[in-house]
């Protein structure tokens, strides 16, 4: 899908989330409003579209005409997910690592997630987790356990000041890993992205 068409998509589930709608009618009237907006966006973009929304439980469902392509999205005020024939992401206090998640890149202990998304078969992930440690210590954990888990490492980008960042970047086999590790404030940020070379 386009990214204008995504982008519509977006801001109509922020505006129905946003929106005190108040009695269920007016709410039904609100989501099919919405649902003709995107669908005619979507129209313009060259894709042809059935929308179904839901504001009362978060939900939206948009599905091709031809039926090759399906967004689930859902939210509340505590997460957000996107589910396609692509992969799936979940952001907020839903996020959680799939059983599917690589067992060789280690996860931080403590490590929060704020955000997962898997892609393409389970051949790419992200992740980000919220740390209550220093940038420091996050970054020594990967270097020693990466190294003890079989990745060698192929580069490391650090960045001081007053937006300090450690990047690394493994390969094992035919895949690898890149860990980006950042502040924010009076926590330590971590991304972990695991995917196929090429």
């Not at 269920?24 to 060259?46: F, L, N, P, S």
């Not at 997910?81 to 907020?92: C, E, L, P, R």
């Amino acid at each position: 899908m386009r990214a204008s068409f995504t982008w519509t998509i977006a801001i109509a589930l922020a505006i129905v989330v946003a929106l005190p709608l108040g009695c269920g009618c007016r709410q039904k009237v609100a989501d099919k409003a919405i649902e003709k907006v995107i669908e005619t966006q979507a129209k313009k973009d060259g894709k042809d579209v059935d929308v179904k929304m839901n504001s009362a439980d978060g939900s939206m469902t948009i599905t091709s005409k031809d039926g090759k392509e399906k967004v689930d999205m859902k939210s509340d005020d505590k997460s957000f997910s996107i589910q396609t024939k692509d992969g799936t992401m979940v952001a907020g206090d839903a996020a959680k690592l799939p059983e599917s998640f690589p067992k060789d890149v280690p996860v931080y202990p403590g490590a929060k997630p704020t955000l997962v998304s898997t892609m393409a078969g389970n051949e790419t992930f992200t992740a980000n987790f919220d740390i209550a440690d220093t940038l420091e210590n996050v970054s020594a954990y990967y270097k020693k356990e990466l190294a003890a888990n079989g990745w060698k490492e192929q580069q490391v980008i650090s960045q001081a000041g007053d937006q300090p960042m450690q990047m690394l970047n493994y390969t094992k086999e035919e895949r690898m890993v890149m860990v980006t590790v950042t502040r924010d404030g009076d926590k330590t940020v971590l991304s972990l992205m695991v995917s196929k070379n090429g």
